[in-house]
């Protein structure tokens, strides 16, 4: 390999590529790099190789000395390794076994009709309002918000807190802040566990069924409930986001969308796919020493697995910085793969349908009320996302 890339990537717009990291992904789907921090890693870019990787035990997010390691970025909770090295993959395996009850199939099923109701009356709002309108503020932020309040059993006024929390928890740039906001995020689910306890209902919610869990401690319970509350709602707003504004950005894909709604599924999936590619990755750190796509990676050396830039591999997806919800099935990298596939992946679908075919029924003339390259995004959180949606109708 040659001197090392230094991320983060330079961006061409909201809705393409980094054309740096175009560039490396043809040259082959392994790269020496920089991270925004300066430190040395692997990015991964090759759609076969991130999905076997994702579900590859010979990497893992715990390492054996942390304070070495080499981060993504300054947020505490992504930036850097997490869990204990020894028993992390016996962690995971509890920890999806722990969760996995409450988000199967038939509960998510449950939860449909009451996505529906919260999406038309955030939209009955934003018809009342009347245009123009600011649909990151209408809907895209308080509907997954809303879902995941309901799901997990936190109350809905404290949105505002506990959003603000979320967002100094996920800063990249900002260690400080992002300590700070993980420890007022754990404060506030230790205080919902000890609420819950009390109410003695072990059934109304996750967080309470959770709690009520044999061998699971009020701190455990705690920590796990606010992992879900962020990882439930910022990345549905950034996909309602996104796909809004992909939809309105080609308008011949949203006209089409409203000529047939029976597209709303492939539509969903594109969506999922089609994020601009950012430099980012799934941080791993290899266990051992491994060979990936003919580049030797040392024991303890971090491993980007960048799922965007795996979901852009022209070799699996044909003209892929093409939108285009008539895209044949192939199945996308976004929720991960395998043992690490994201648990919450049924509910994500369930908004994000919910959310678009309503949208094309009651805002069939829906478009942009500004130039894309005017918009605001969110460049200093892990997450990221437009930070405003100015539309007409």
Request: glycine residues 8%; aromatic residues 6%; charged residues 25%.
């Given at each position: ?36 921090v300066g430190d040395p890693a692997w990015l991964v870019t090759g759609y076969e190789q991130v999905r076997r990787l994702l579900d590859d035990d010979r990497l893992g997010r715990a390492h054996r000395e942390p304070e070495?390691?080499?981060r993504t970025g300054k947020s505490a909770m992504f930036g850097g390794p997490l869990g204990d090295f020894d028993t992390e993959q016996a962690d995971h395996r509890r920890m999806r076994a722990l969760l996995q009850p ?121 920590a796990t409930g606010m992992f879900l509350l962020f990882a439930g709602h910022e990345t549905t707003v950034v996909a309602i986001g996104m796909g809004v504004l992909w939809l309105l950005a080609h308008p011949e894909q ?140």
């Amino acid at each position: 390999m040659s001197v090392p890339v230094q991320l983060p990537f330079e961006q061409a717009g909201p809705l393409q590529p980094a054309p740096l990291l175009r560039e490396l992904q043809l040259r082959g789907p392994i790269h020496a790099i920089r991270t925004a921090v300066g430190d040395p890693a692997w990015l991964v870019t090759g759609y076969e190789q991130v999905r076997r990787l994702l579900d590859d035990d010979r990497l893992g997010r715990a390492h054996r000395e942390p304070e070495r390691a080499s981060r993504t970025g300054k947020s505490a909770m992504f930036g850097g390794p997490l869990g204990d090295f020894d028993t992390e993959q016996a962690d995971h395996r509890r920890m999806r076994a722990l969760l996995q009850p409450h988000f199967s199939p038939k509960r998510m099923r449950a939860l449909r009709g009451r996505v529906e109701i919260l999406t038309a009356n955030l939209l009955d709002e934003l018809v009342a309002a009347g245009p123009p309108a600011d649909l990151h503020a209408a809907l895209a932020l308080p509907l997954p918000i809303a879902v995941i309040c309901e799901l997990l059993g936190v109350p809905y006024e404290d949105r505002a807190q506990f959003r603000a929390w979320t967002q100094a928890a996920a800063d990249i740039t900002d260690r400080a802040r992002s300590e700070q906001g993980l420890a007022e995020l754990f404060g506030y689910g230790q205080q919902l566990v000890a609420r819950k306890r009390a109410d003695g209902d072990a059934d109304a919610d996750v967080i309470s069924r959770l709690a009520a869990t044999e061998g699971v401690s009020d701190d455990e319970a705690a920590a796990t409930g606010m992992f879900l509350l962020f990882a439930g709602h910022e990345t549905t707003v950034v996909a309602i986001g996104m796909g809004v504004l992909w939809l309105l950005a080609h308008p011949e894909q949203w006209q089409a969308l409203v000529a047939d709604p029976s597209r709303i599924d492939a539509a969903v999936e594109e969506i999922l796919r089609a994020p601009s590619l950012g430099g980012g990755g799934i941080p791993r750190y290899a266990r051992v020493d491994l060979d990936i796509a003919g580049v030797t990676v040392r024991v303890g050396e971090l491993v980007l697995l960048d799922t965007g830039a795996g979901n852009h591999d022209a070799a699996v997806f044909p003209d892929p910085d093409r939108f285009d919800i008539a895209r044949s099935a192939v199945a996308h990298l976004t929720f991960g793969y395998g043992a690490r596939y994201c648990v919450g992946a049924p509910l994500a679908r369930i908004e994000l349908k919910t959310v678009f075919s309503q949208l094309i029924a009651r805002f069939p003339a829906l478009r942009l009320a500004g130039p894309i390259e005017e918009l605001r995004f969110n460049t200093a959180t892990l997450t990221g996302g437009p930070a405003e949606l100015p539309v007409m109708w």
